[in-house]
T-cell receptor
Framework: AAGVIQSPRHLIKEKRETATLKCYPI?????VYWYQQGPGQDPQFLIS???????DKGSIPDRFSAQQFSDYHSELNMSSLELGDSALYFC???????????????FGPGTRLTVL | AQSVTQLGSHVSVSEGALVLLRCNYS??????LFWYVQYPNQGLQLLLK??????LVKGINGFEAEFKKSETSFHLTKPSAHMSDAAEYFC???????????FGQGTTLQVKP
């Protein structure tokens, strides 16, 4: 079965540079979630999109932005990178249909971002 | 606000022994609860989930969990540990009506030969 695809898998950037992470959800899934997992920490919710509209926002810095495109893939754009942005970034997708559904989130393999 | 607490950041068991990973949640409404497993340098894989219905939920790889509302718990168990079970385990709860997950702090399971 098709899974969530994330690219790149690894990314190394310098401080103050920008990074773009991409997520391709499972086909027919309408919702995408982004999570950030720091070293030794649990994943923290950043932002989500349902049918290409932002549906929820968590602890996402103003330096970060994201969007979901017409083909449902999503991109997380990170600017003015800081050392503390080094983390594993997960994308997850689900089929919500109607808001409030309890359908499962399926996670991608993650993008490991290292900021030097 | 919904929160999830995992008791014990590290659990060590011998191969063949019972695995018990503890998870408690706080919520004023019936929660939707999940257990995910994360192997080193990999993503999160769903083990099992509870939404409604039967309180004993069976998942993949021989794991199961029981939802106990009176104890606000959703502990994960496996009768006999395998070396391949060594990983990080996260309990998570569905938060709000937009589907975001709130995770516990994670429990590292070590399986000794």
């Amino acid at each position: 079965a098709a899974g969530v695809i994330q690219s790149p898998r690894h990314l190394i950037k310098e401080k103050r540079e920008t990074a773009t992470l991409k997520c391709y959800p499972i086909p027919r899934h309408d919702t995408v979630y982004w999570y950030q997992q720091g070293p030794g920490q649990d994943p923290q919710f950043l932002i989500s999109f349902y049918e290409k509209m932002q549906s929820d926002k968590g602890s996402i810095p103003d330096r970060f932005s994201a969007q979901q495109f017409s083909d449902y893939h999503s991109e997380l754009n990170m600017s003015s990178l800081e050392l503390g942005d080094s983390a594993l970034y997960f994308c997850a997708s689900s089929l919500i249909g109607l808001v409030g559904s309890t359908d499962t989130q399926y996670f991608g393999p993650g993008t490991r971002l290292t900021v030097l | 606000a919904q929160s999830v607490t995992q008791l014990g950041s590290h659990v060590s068991v011998s191969e063949g022994a019972l695995v018990l990973l503890r998870c408690n949640y706080s919520s004023s409404v019936p929660p939707y609860l999940f257990w995910y497993v994360q192997y080193p340098n990999q993503g999160l894989q769903l083990l099992l989930k509870y939404t409604t219905g039967a309180t004993l939920v069976k998942g993949i790889n021989g794991f199961e969990a029981e939802f106990k509302k009176s104890e606000t718990s959703f502990h994960l168990t496996k009768p006999s540990a395998h070396m391949s079970d060594a990983a990080e385990y996260f309990c998570a709860a569905f938060s709000g009506n937009t589907g975001k997950l709130i995770f516990g702090q994670g429990t590292t399971l070590q399986v000794k030969p």
